[in-house]
Every structure is written in structure tokens, then in C-alpha cells.
């Protein structure tokens, strides 16, 4: 039972340098999310998909794009990494309409 | 484990004992509250949730009490264990909106055996 799954954990890059967070869901939810993680900052929602074919903006969604690509998974990709990009990513899902979330375990990104 | 302890506030108790953490919430339009756990290393994990037209719930060890009129949220947990050592979070979700969920910044929890 996977829940949610997260990959990769780790990741350095370089300013400038591109990459994916892919995030899969195993529980049939229509509701996707991705979140940053910054010390003293809470949890802070960068984009969020209610259903598949769907994606909306969050809070902090600059610098970021988004990709539902079925009901299981939802990506996270940075163009351009900057080291404000610095951060720990969750990805998380949910029955549509409730505050019951399911988290990943976490991608922990160093943009240097 | 993850850094979020820092800049966090902080309680500290004996195991055995009841702990209570506190939430403020600023936002009046706000009609459903949540309680998450996070340990170190791992992802949020719901506690508990509370709608608006109540002012409390309870589950296994957990309460949580609503005060709209002070906008303010509490967790209780009964006899506390050292496995309930972590960061809480509360989170509030706007009356009209199913997604957004708005998080405060966390209480670091830690019990003493």
C-alpha cells in the first residue's frame, strides 16, 4: 500500500539547470497538490490539480509549471532553477472536497 | 531529519502529561480546520478535523476545541507519549474554496521520558 510516492528524495542542481518531481498516487483520489516546505514558513501550496485535466495556481507558483498527466500522477517542473528553489517539495493527494491529505515523503532540492 | 524545528515555537513536556497546542487563524471566512503531525523526516499526517458550526471534536487521545470568537484552535493530547514528539500544524480551509488549504507555521512538540 504506497499511498503516495515521491521521487527523487534528493536532488542538487545548479542555478539555471532544469528539472521533474514526479509525484504517483495509488488511492484513486481526484485531487492532487504540491507543496513547499521552508524553515519557519509552514507549508506553502504551489499548484494544485482538483481533477484530472485540471491545474490551478496556489500561492507560490512563480518559477513553476505543472502537468496532471492521469488521474495517478502529477508532475512538478522547475524551467530554471533558482536557489530561492531551495526547499523540501511534498506532493499530496485527497477525495475531492476534503481537508484530508495525504502527504509523499518529501524532495529535498539544493539549487546552488 | 528535516529543519522545519527551527524559528519554531516550542513545548516541551513530561510523558504522561497532557499537552496542548495552539493555533491562531486570522482568516473569518474560514469554515473548516485541520490538525497535522509531521516527523522528522516524513510528510504531514492528518490528526483530526473540525468543521465551523462545531466547537469540538474528539478522537483517539486527541480534542480539538474551535473558538471562533477569538479565532483560535487548540489540539489536546491526553497522555502524552514519546511517539507523539513532532511538529503540529494547523491549517484552515476558506468557506467556497475545496482545495486551498492555508497552513500555519507549526509548534515543535517534544516529550521527555
Known amino acids: 500500500n504506497a499511498g503516495v510516492t515521491q521521487t527523487p528524495k534528493f536532488q542538487v542542481l545548479k542555478t539555471g539547470q532544469s528539472m521533474t518531481l514526479q509525484c504517483a498516487q495509488d488511492?484513486?483520489?481526484?485531487?492532487m497538490y504540491w507543496y513547499r516546505q521552508d524553515p519557519g514558513m509552514g507549508l506553502r501550496l504551489i499548484y494544485y490539480?482538483?481533477?484530472?485535466?485540471?491545474?490551478d495556481k496556489g500561492e507560490v507558483p512563480n518559477g513553476y509549471n505543472v502537468s496532471r498527466l492521469n488521474k495517478r500522477e502529477f508532475s512538478l517542473r522547475l524551467e530554471s532553477a533558482a536557489p530561492s528553489q531551495t526547499s523540501v517539495y511534498f506532493c499530496?493527494?485527497?477525495?475531492?472536497?476534503?481537508?484530508?491529505?495525504?502527504f509523499g515523503e518529501g524532495s529535498r532540492l539544493t539549487v546552488l | 531529519g528535516e529543519n522545519v524545528g527551527l524559528h519554531l515555537p516550542t513545548l516541551s513536556v513530561q510523558e504522561g502529561d497532557n499537552s496542548i497546542i495552539n493555533c491562531a487563524y486570522s482568516n473569518s471566512a474560514s469554515d473548516y480546520f485541520i490538525w497535522y503531525k509531521q516527523e522528522s523526516g516524513k510528510g504531514p499526517q492528518f490528526i483530526i478535523d473540525?468543521?465551523?458550526?462545531?466547537d469540538k471534536r474528539q478522537g483517539q487521545r486527541v480534542t480539538v476545541l474551535l473558538n471562533k470568537t477569538v479565532k483560535h484552535l487548540s489540539l489536546q493530547i491526553a497522555a502524552t507519549q514519546p511517539g507523539d514528539s513532532a511538529v503540529y500544524f494547523c491549517a484552515e480551509k476558506e468557506g467556497g474554496s475545496n482545495y486551498k488549504l492555508t497552513f500555519g507555521k507549526g509548534t515543535l512538540l517534544t516529550v521527555n521520558p
Open positions: 499530496a493527494s485527497s477525495t475531492e472536497g476534503t481537508g484530508e491529505l495525504f
Open positions: 473540525i468543521r465551523s458550526n462545531m
Open positions: 490539480s482538483a481533477s484530472e485535466g485540471t491545474t
Open positions: 488511492m484513486n483520489h481526484n485531487s
